[in-house]
């Protein structure tokens, strides 16, 4: 389920590695390689790091925050982005709101 399967299901390749960094890279594959050859790859410079808002908050609270976008800023993409999740209506989150959007809004600037 999830997003792989909806890209599945709109003709989007998936392929499921782990990552050192992020949640989602777009890699360029070489279509016709070589004889005998295993195709080239080419990480694209867009890395996403994709939160929920009730993750968002416990990254914050305990500082896996602030060294993830560290580690995405020394990834050597250029790109990097946040996917910060809207909570749920109702949702129990462990820092307030108003809290979670200044977090954000610090990530913009």
């Known amino acids: 389920g999830g997003l792989p399967a909806l890209l599945r299901s709109r003709g989007v390749p998936v392929l499921l590695r782990r990552l050192h960094v992020g949640d989602f890279l777009w890699v360029a594959r070489e279509k016709d390689p070589p004889t005998g050859h295993a195709p080239r790859e080419l990480v694209l410079d867009v890395v996403v790091e994709r939160k929920s808002a009730a993750d968002l908050g416990s990254s914050v609270r305990d500082g896996r925050y602030r ?9 050597g993409l250029r790109c990097p982005v946040y996917l910060l999740e809207e909570p749920g209506e109702g949702e129990p989150l462990p820092l307030p709101l108003p809290t979670l959007r200044q977090a954000a809004a610090n990530t913009q600037v």
Not at 67 to 75: D, I, P, T
Request: proline share 0%; net charge positive; aromatic share 12%.
């Open 67 to 75: 060294e993830q976008k560290f580690r995405l800023r020394r990834s």
